[in-house]
């Protein structure tokens, strides 16, 4: 508890546990009842498409600054999600920092809630860290890939030591950061390392999110799916370091037993893209809904998000949430039946070619699975 500011602490403590996890989720749950729909706990917003990097793999940089949510319209997304109990907001992109003073001054105008910003950090200077300090409700979870090596053969030479420079920065501030990590084939054994887990560990994170690499895209590289027995191992790692090293750990694709299967489609969070567009998850890029045309209400009553209401959740086996990895049948029904349309930035891509890059994977993993949901159901019992 030393090593963070203690305004920065009662600022954080107010806005994420009371606000968004006490008086938010009340809120929540009376709307859900009234208007027979989700209703998010958490926001993602991309205020912009542009990105300072070039890492392979990615779209951001080459695509550029084209497309941008303005001040004005984050700012109203923000306050209709006030209204409807949310008060967790989440930035992605591009590179969200592009557009910190925005940023900023969106965590003052909106004091009472809580952001999270995904970011490759190498824009993070003193004088960020010192408005990061001054407003106390800005927290970054900062992209790692593992070593330097693997960092910097995807992101850029150099890039490793300007993340490490930043990390210093925000804790010599006494400000909360943590990691967001994604595992593939390719790095699945050092990202997922013990070694990895305290480098973590040392270099002083409060948390850290595991995703799971998604085949999203036309340039998206299958092969980059983690195999069945990667996933089980991560599965496993993770929740041994959970239970015995002091870093809060989150496996966005195995914890799903904890949240009640899949959380997109507004059902616990949703995505808007820096066009405008209302996806259902960050990585599942269809909707039949513009922020620029709807209310925020109107958009989680729309074909698309109410197909994620009316079908959540999508397995009664945990291990297998996603309409799209484990269950891609679910996800072209859903996209066929609401006529969603595709909103990927680069290149449209149809839920059939996505979903085709899922079914040898999804295929695959459940034998694994129901083994693995049947040997942890009863240890439960």
């Known amino acids: ?55 392979v793999g990615c779209w951001a940089a080459e695509y550029g600054n ?21 008060y967790m907001y989440i930035y992605t992109g591009g590179e969200p920092l592009v557009r910190k003073k925005d940023l900023i001054r969106l965590c003052e105008m909106h004091d009472d809630c809580a952001f999270l910003c995904f970011t490759n950090a190498t824009l993070i200077d003193e004088a960020f860290a010192d408005e990061m300090l001054r407003v106390k409700n800005f927290i970054p979870a900062i992209s790692l890939e593992g070593s330097e090596n693997a960092t910097d053969g995807r992101r850029g030479k150099g890039v490793y030591q300007k993340v490490l420079r930043a990390i210093d920065l925000l804790h010599r501030k006494k400000l909360v950061y943590g990691i967001s990590a994604c595992y593939t084939s390719a790095n699945f054994d050092s990202i997922t390392s013990e070694e990895f887990f305290n480098q973590m560990i040392d270099l002083g994170a409060w948390f850290v999110w595991y995703f799971h690499y998604m085949p999203v895209g036309n340039d998206a590289s299958p092969e980059l799916l983690p195999t069945p027995e990667q996933r089980r191992e991560t599965y496993c790692r993770i929740r041994k370091y959970r239970a015995e090293k002091p870093l809060f750990a989150m496996d966005f694709q195995n914890d799903a037993e904890f949240v009640g299967g899949c959380i997109a489609g507004g059902y616990r969070y949703l995505h808007i893209n820096a066009n405008g567009d209302v996806d259902p998850c960050v990585f599942v890029h269809y909707s039949d809904s513009n922020i620029r045309e709807k209310t925020l209400l109107e958009s989680l009553r729309s074909p698309m998000l109410m197909a994620y209401h009316d079908r959540q959740p999508f397995n009664d086996n945990m291990l297998r949430p996603c309409p799209m990895l484990e269950n891609p049948e679910k996800l072209r029904e859903m996209v066929r039946l609401s006529g969603a349309h595709s909103t990927d930035l680069q290149s449209p891509e149809s839920a059939e070619q996505l979903c085709a890059k899922c079914d040898r994977y999804a295929e695959h993993w459940k034998p694994v699975e129901e083994t693995l949901w049947k040997t942890d159901s009863a240890k439960a019992s």
């Open 66 to 86: 084209k497309l941008n949510l303005s001040l004005e319209e984050i700012d109203s997304i923000i306050r209709q999600g006030k209204e409807l109990g949310v």
């Open 1 to 55: 508890m030393t090593d963070i500011d203690p305004e920065v602490m009662k600022t954080v403590a107010m806005n994420f546990f009371i606000n968004a996890g006490l008086t938010g989720w009340s809120k929540q749950e009376k709307l859900r009842s009234e208007y027979h729909c989700n209703i998010p706990w958490a926001i993602l917003l991309d205020p912009t498409s542009a990105c300072n990097l070039h890492c």
